[in-house]
């Protein structure tokens, strides 16, 4: 994996010539040879665990009752549909109906829809393309790829280490260049992650024969964490 391009670093070359009065608010950092600041990066791919879905279901009738009683008969439709794919989480909004005007010699339409929204296992992806994706009055949207949520502290403390170390050897580069080679770590602020990327699956139906939807194709999630390391070079 590429490595991810990272902030140059600071070197203050605050050189030891005894103590100042520290700004109100702030901690002096004591260093008896050369401050260096470093900004280290990590991040990791992991594997996908579910598949995190929402999908908008329409329907439109004479009268709003008409409508509603459209959208509801649909609702019966990809609910099933989901049920059968084991979707966790199910999730359905209220109803909500607009006008649309008539055109022409077409009268006044009363519109209505609402979203759905859940998460399925990826080996499922495929179902849920073709199977939901395609029943009448269904708009499907991107999914979200999601990590295994009991992962999440492990993942953390491996890209804790990989950014300090990270860090530590930038500041090793420019150390040894000054001829202080011997770094002691003195602050470290953390400056957070990002969250999984989202992702677009494509909805539109496939041909017969054609090779299915992969959800091996699809990005897997991605974390990252950065820090500020301040060392004192000696």
Known sequence: MRRPLLLPLLVPLLLAAGPS?????QVQLRCDGTLLEARGAAERRQPARWLRLSLGIEAEGA???AALASLQSRLAAVREGLRTLGVEELRVSSP???QRPGEGRRPDRVQAGLQVSGRVAPPRFQELVRGVGSLAGVR???????ADPAEAER??????????RDALAQAGEVAAVIGRPLLSPLEVQLEGGGPPIAL????APAADGVPPFDPGELEPPLSR???LVRFCAR
Do not use: I, K, M
């Open 225 to 227: 964490l950065s820090l």
């Open 200 to 203: 677009r699956a494509a909805a």
């Open 155 to 164: 993942l953390r403390r491996d890209l804790l280490r990989a950014a300090y």
């Open 140 to 146: 499907l949207a991107p999914v979200a790829v999601e």
């Open 21 to 25: 009065e520290p700004a109100h608010g």
């Open 96 to 98: 909500q109906t607009w």
């Open 63 to 65: 009268t709003a009752d």
